[in-house]
């Protein structure tokens, strides 16, 4: 819990530098790129500069979730009732609610440099409340962590990790599929875009929500990630059927 909140601070220190490091790296590409630049450059520049803008504190997110994963299974008080589906599920509505907050609210009363301040001073109350909360906090012996039972993960051997990077491989690009499939209908509007990746978010934790309320009592779950893959699969389907209507 403790290095979670020092991570939501990293976040909220790195949003607080982000116009400084906005106007470095619009410099930076002003002296890389010139009129003469081809076009294919000048795409590829934007894409490593914004990668490099962006690696740290997409990096940071990303780790908030497995330390509160990890903290919930060694605590005392929850590691025999928390379930990681519904902490994903929690998660990922947070991720909704703040692109509709940013995308139709904020961004539009406050403006850019406002809201990313507003996100700035979040993050800081979420680390004081992490620090607060870990000094109260005591976690399991390493023989009594709440480890779920080896015959629910043994069976996938060493294909687990290539099936799930796989999956989040299709799933990206599926919001990439429809976001441009239903730009004919919502238009290409930052609201529009917000709109569309709300959706996805939304529909991710309600799915991530129904799962973790019977996923401990459902046996061969490679069967049942196999089935769920196979729907994503015909589900993908339907933005191109959905063009061929309009």
Known sequence: MRAYAYVELGIGIFALCLPLLYRL????FTVIVNPESSAAFSLSARAILSFMLLLIPTTLMGS?????????RRSPRHSRSWKVGLL???NTLGAALGIISAGFILIELLGILA????AALLNFIIAFMGLKFASSAGVLPEDKKGTPPVENWMPWGRSRLPVLTASGAVALASEVLWTRTLETL???????FSM??????LGIAVGSWL?????NRLKHL???IATLQLGMGFGSLSPYFFSMEL
């Open 222 to 224: 490679p069967f049942w």
């Open 211 to 215: 799962m973790s309320l019977f996923v």
């Open 115 to 118: 809201t990313t301040m507003a």
């Open 186 to 192: 919502v238009g290409t509007s930052t609201y529009a």
């Open 88 to 90: 994903y599920a929690v």
């Open 196 to 201: 569309i990746v709300m959706l996805y978010l």
């Open 25 to 28: 790296t619009d410099f930076l």
């Open 64 to 72: 908030t979730l497995p330390l509160l994963t990890d903290f919930f």
